[in-house]
């Protein structure tokens, strides 16, 4: 007997392009991986959540919970933008204070 592949197996095999998803923002990430993206601990996640505006976790399971790469992006990208407003209004407000 050889060890050649069967029907069975070579119509079931997988390519690397449909095992990978569309965009790799649209992947689900864990409150681990999104705490260490985010340089926070664990528990701060959910202060964040709370005072900060972070995203809310969607429901992965009875236990588990994950968030939408891409979600978290975005609200990263616009703290970045409010920040960068914030930080100008600052340096104004210091220039003023100077004159």
Request: aromatic share 4%.
């Amino acid at each position: 007997m050889t060890n050649q592949p069967t029907a069975l197996h070579a119509n079931h095999s997988i390519s690397a392009e449909s095992a990978t998803p569309s965009s790799v923002h649209d992947r689900i990430i864990r409150k681990k991986e999104l705490a260490l993206i985010l340089g926070i601990s664990d528990a701060t996640v959910y202060r964040w959540i709370k005072s900060e505006g972070l995203p809310e976790p969607i429901k992965l399971g009875s236990n588990s919970v994950g968030w939408k790469l891409s979600e978290v992006q975005s609200w990263l990208d616009s703290r970045s933008r409010g920040l960068t407003i914030n930080n100008a209004k600052k340096s104004a407000q210091t220039a003023e204070k100077l004159k």
